[in-house]
Nanobody
């Protein structure tokens, strides 16, 4: 299971840290990705980190602003978001995948497992 948390209301230019708690599977062997979906828009891959943290993906829109990290000992993955703008408003989901494709191109696969999302609202 995956559970995202840490969302909320933040002003433009602000920061938030999202957390993804994993349970019930050997997280060390899974890539963990963050995706988001804004109202009326398609789901977008935001970032991904491989099991050993050797491969990391960022969407162009988040490079330099978002940082993904993981703590395998505690089955946690984090997404530190800074310089947030209204276009970052969305429901954010974490997802797990046993393969390498998700961290290659930010795309989910048929093997991707999804968690519940957390809402991030960037507004003044």
């Amino acid at each position: 299971q995956l559970q995202a948390s840490g969302g909320g209301l933040v002003q433009p230019g602000g920061s938030l840290r999202l957390s993804c708690a994993a349970s019930g599977f050997p997280m060390d062997y899974y890539a963990i990705g963050w995706f988001r979906q804004a109202p009326g828009k398609e789901r977008e891959g935001v970032s991904c980190i491989s099991g050993g943290s050797t491969d990391i993906y960022y969407a162009e829109s988040t490079k330099g602003r978002f940082t993904i990290s993981r703590d395998n000992a505690n089955n946690m993955v984090y997404l530190q978001m800074s310089s947030l703008n209204p276009e970052d408003t969305a429901v954010y989901y974490c997802a797990a995948d046993p393969g390498f494709v998700m961290c290659l191109n930010g795309q989910a696969t048929v093997s991707t497992t999804w968690g519940r999302g957390t809402l991030v609202t960037v507004s003044s």
